[in-house]
């Protein structure tokens, strides 16, 4: 990890850096560099295990994006029966990786000597601290979203595959629609919210990522919040919910829940319940009396709102047209080799962009990666996973540099070798 | 040598990875409301007015209103305002006719109407307009007033019906009211909006529990999707391909006519009738109940489903694809629903 030979023309200089940073040296302890990596590896051994339990998400979140993270011992595992109630503290990802930052910056400052017989080992701990650092923003900002094209239509929005939103649209103009949605993270801290762009007020009553929900025969036996629903499909159908909590596997039907009030100048309007169908609000209109939960129709002062609970979508400036699609096979197996996807992109102003998206050769445009994720054949639609990732360069940054310290490092000793070889000859 | 270690070098060094990791952290999102203004996506009618503030709006609609109100007084609400869209072009006479009978018109001709209509001009529009009296020597006969209006192929009419000193003191309301009135109609057809229903299958979310059947060895597992519980595919290699699902909903998801008419649409042929059903549809067994196949076929595609009520849900096992291989492939989905058992062994 580190070098601790001393040349005369560095010395001077760490010496300096090592009184001006004296608080760093214990930091940069080689030891500490070792043991972060051990727990490194225990880590990704305990989430690969969880893994299977409680999906990639489920893992990623409670071991990778955490600080800490509590393991019980399988209890299939050798004196499982024992072990298996006792919880387990594991560091997480992010405190591993901060501290694994810290140590090497202080080693970067403490430990190694600025010069230029040295400099290939700096560029290579830079690299490092870069893919390090890289990894962090990307897992702070990165976003991952997905995009359905019906053949022969064009789509020009993107759904996260996590996160919900209540989106209030006044249709009444015909030329335009008006969308104002509120994101998860603020129906998750309730209150009031409102907006220039709303004629009126909503309140959260009860907002959840997952609930159980059922028909009764009367509002009496409603259950918690949705007792209070006077307007819309919750009073129509005399739904009752029932929270729950986050289902983090692959095949999880979370129905996001919220429970809302509108309110103007003249008082409350009434309190509605939306709904989020997992698998896209369109499939409320296969159950006629839940229909309108993809759109409940809310009058106010001339204008036709309709208001819904549905994945967080973000609307592009583009849209994306899917003008064909194919899947090969390898020959006599049912196995694919290539999903493939004919584009046009219609940009503002009649311009356009066509362009072939396949496996492993995804599409960049307007700052967003769209890679083939899913495709249909007989249905005739494509997927694509889409990825908003403003630090995707930053690895392979950290590569280069990393390549060129190790170029740096062996050349320097190449020349050497080869300069002392020949004089010997000499 | 040392230029590393000068002063300038550092503060140029952090100022660079300040800069960097401030401008990556800047793009990310911040949890704000959004407005968004987008090209038109709803395909719904659009139906919407301000009301005067002497009228209150009635919660019960029933059969095609839109909208029903009525005037706020001190003897209680009076009179009824409708809003009823048509979605293709009615005659004046029908509509007539519609209210004449009951206030002792008997049935109105063309000849007879004449008298009754006129034309108004309200705001920017053009209206048919309908007085009819009830025919009795009352102090404050029943009247109906019918305003009338057309659009494209659509026909738009509000009824004012209420005595006839209401209808005359609130007429200045009425044409404001229609005045405020957007309306356009959608793709999807105008419904009138349910009260609370009686006690119902309930829509469960839990999932459902799946029964046990046997996949014929030339299906392959197919793209899941959270609301199939079964995903395969057939692919015979020259290019024709289906694909075989199988879903539950709770309830009737519908009823059998909507969902054959979807499949239907699916696979271009046109929609049905409840007559027209019969030679899409005919029953069989599955597990022993009684279920429904469905076949149906266009140029080129062709789909076999079997829709089964089990436990208040519905089971939708559907194949369709190309015509070709599903005509191959019938044997085998025959032989996939005789596998199909609920009851564990």
New interface residues.
Partial sequence: MSSESKPK??KS?LA??RALFSWLIPLANLRITLALLSFSMVLIFVATLEQVEIGIRGAQAKYFESLLGIWHYPEQFWGGEFLNPVPIPIPGGWLLGGLLIINLTAAYVTRFQ???KK?GI?LIHLGIIMLL?GQL?TQ??Q?ESRMQINKGESS?YIERFHGVELAL?D??D?????????????LEKGGS?S?G??PFEVTVKSFGPNC??????S?DQREGSSKEVDQGVG????LSIKPKSEDYSS???N?GHLVFELSDETGSLGTWLALAH??GNH?WK?????ADLA?Q?I?H????W?VTLRAKRE?LPYSIELLGIANE?YQGT?TPFNFESDIMIKMEGNETRRALVYMNTPLRHDGKTFYQF??????DYTVFQVIRN??WL?PYLACIIVSIGLLWQFGFHLVRFLRKNSLQKA | ??C??TIPFKVALVCVTVSI?AS??S???E????????????T?P?????LPETWGENPALAGPMAGSFHVKTGEGPQGRIGVMPFRESVSSLEMANMFAREIGYGTLTNETLAPLLEKKTVGTRDFEWIRLEEQRKEETPKTVLLALYRKDSQTWLFPFIGGRDLVDAELENFSLFLE?T?L?AGIEPIRA???????????????PIAPDWSIPSNW?P??A???RLASY?V?DGQGN???FSVTS???D??GLLANVNRWLGQIGVQPTDDEGLKQFVRPIMIDGLSAQLVEASSADKALYAAILMRDNRSWFFKL??SKTLAQKEKENFSAFLESVCFHKP
């Avoid at chain 2, 949890?31 to 709803?42: D, L």
């Avoid at chain 2, 659009?46 to 301000?50: A, E, K, R, Y």
């Avoid at chain 2, 006690?199 to 999932?207: D, E, V």
Wanted: with cysteine.
């Fill in positions: 023309k560095g200089s300096k850096r600025w010069t230029v400099f700096q650092v923003v702070a900002i976003e020009n649209t249709v009444t015909p030329s335009r629609e008006t969308v104002v949605s509120i994101p998860q993270e603020l919210i907006s762009d709303l159980d929900f059922d028909a009764v025969s509002k009073h129509s159908a005399n095949e999880a039907m129905f997992p698998a499939w296969e159950s006629p009396k839940l759109f129709p009058r002062k001339g204008k036709l309709g609307y096979f049912e899913q495709m249909n054949n007989a249905a403003p630090s930053v | 040598m040392n590393f270690s990791l990556l952290f793009c990310s999102d949890a704000t409301v959004k407005t968004s203004v987008i090209a038109p996506e709803y719904g659009v139906v919407t007015w301000i405020s957007v356009r909006l349910s009260q609370p229903v009686s006690p119902s299958p309930a829509p469960a979310p839990s999932g392959t197919g793209q999707s959270s609301m595919k692919n391909k289906l694909d909903f709770p309830g998801v519908g369709s694809g």
